[in-house]
C-alpha cells in the first residue's frame, strides 16, 4: 500500500502542470527545469499505476482519470495552502509570494513611491511583477491581483484605487512648437505630427480631452508609433512630435523646459490606475498586507 502514497510535493507538483497544461509554465512556477519535472510526474505516474496525463510533442491534456484526481485533491490543497499561510498571522512579519500583473507604465509611475516601499518594509514577500500591457487573466495566469487603468472589470473582481488619481497632458519640445506652431484646441491635433500608443492588441489610443464638461477623443497621426512610455517621452524631448502622457512621467522634462504643455484647458484629473482581485478566492498575508498598504499610500 505504500506505494499508493503520494507526497505533498508530488500533488502540487501535478496540480500545477494541470492549472498550466504545460511542463514549461508548471516548471517555471517551481523553479525546476521541464526536464525534471517531466521525470518526477512519470515516477509518479508509475507508482500509481494510472496514466494521469496525456502527453504529444505540442501539448499536455488530462486523462479522465486526471480530471477526476483534480477535482479531488483541489479543495484539499486550497485547504492545507490556507492553513499554512494564515501561520502569518502569528509571525512579526509576514511570509510568501506575491504575483501581480501591471502596465509598464504603472510599473514605472508607482515603482519608486510605492513598490519599493513595500519590498523595503515587508522583506519576507517575495514580490514577482509581470510588466504587461496585454489585458491578462490574472486567474488563469497564476496571479494574486492585477493593475488595470480604469474600473472597467470582471463582475467577480474587488477593485481598489492604486495611486491618486492622474491627469494626463498634451506636451511637445520648444523646437517642435517653434517649427510646427501650436494647436489651439483637441481638433487641431488632427494637424500636427503625434506620437501614437498602439496597445498590444494592435488598437492605438486615442487622446482624451474636455471641452464643456464632455469628454472628446482625438485619434491622432503621426509617423511614429509606440507601445512604451519611456520612448514616447524621449521622442517628444528630440521634437518627433506632441506627445500624451501621464503628469507624473512629465513632471521633470517640464520643469527642465524640455518639453511645454500645450492645451491645458481641455485637460482635467481622471480616474487612475486600480488594484483588482478575485472576490471569491481566499485573501493571502502577502496581498492582504499588499491592499492594506495600497490603502495607506492612497490616504
Not at 247 to 254: F, G, H, V, Y
Not at 258 to 267: G, V
Amino acid at each position: 500500500m505504500n506505494n499508493y502514497r503520494a507526497s505533498m510535493q508530488e500533488l502540487e507538483m501535478f496540480a500545477a502542470i494541470a492549472q498550466h497544461l504545460s511542463f514549461r509554465k508548471a516548471a517555471e512556477e517551481r523553479n525546476v527545469t521541464p526536464s525534471s519535472l517531466s521525470h518526477a510526474m512519470r515516477n509518479f505516474e508509475a507508482r500509481l499505476g494510472v496514466r494521469l496525463l496525456n502527453r504529444t510533442t505540442r501539448k499536455v491534456a488530462l486523462t479522465e482519470a486526471g480530471e477526476r484526481f483534480l477535482q479531488r485533491i483541489q479543495p484539499a490543497l486550497a485547504d492545507l495552502s490556507q492553513a499554512v499561510d494564515e501561520l502569518n498571522d502569528w509571525r512579526s512579519d509576514p511570509r510568501g509570494v506575491l504575483r501581480i500583473s501591471m502596465p509598464r507604465s504603472a510599473e514605472a509611475l508607482f515603482f519608486q513611491s510605492l513598490i519599493l516601499p513595500f519590498v523595503q518594509r515587508y522583506p519576507e514577500i517575495t514580490l514577482e511583477i509581470d510588466s504587461n500591457d496585454a489585458l491578462v487573466d490574472i486567474v488563469e495566469s497564476g496571479f494574486d491581483a492585477g493593475v488595470r487603468y480604469g474600473d472597467v472589470l470582471a463582475q467577480d473582481m474587488i477593485a481598489l484605487p492604486f495611486g491618486q488619481p492622474m491627469r494626463a497632458l498634451a506636451v511637445a519640445s520648444p523646437a517642435y512648437l517653434a517649427l510646427h506652431g501650436t494647436p489651439q484646441t483637441p481638433a487641431d491635433l488632427l494637424n500636427f505630427p503625434c506620437i501614437e500608443r498602439r496597445f498590444p492588441s494592435g488598437r492605438r489610443y486615442r487622446w482624451e480631452f474636455w471641452q464643456d464638461g464632455r469628454k472628446q477623443e482625438v485619434a491622432v497621426k503621426g509617423s511614429l508609433v509606440l507601445d512604451n512610455n519611456d520612448r514616447i517621452l524621449q521622442a517628444a524631448r528630440a521634437g518627433l512630435g506632441i506627445a500624451f502622457l501621464h503628469q507624473e512621467a512629465l513632471n521633470k522634462a517640464l520643469a527642465k523646459g524640455e518639453l511645454i504643455e500645450i492645451l491645458a484647458n481641455y485637460t482635467q484629473v481622471e480616474e487612475g490606475f486600480w488594484l483588482y482581485y478575485p472576490s471569491r478566492h481566499y485573501l493571502s498575508a502577502p496581498l492582504r498586507h499588499f491592499i492594506d498598504w495600497v490603502k495607506r499610500i492612497n490616504n
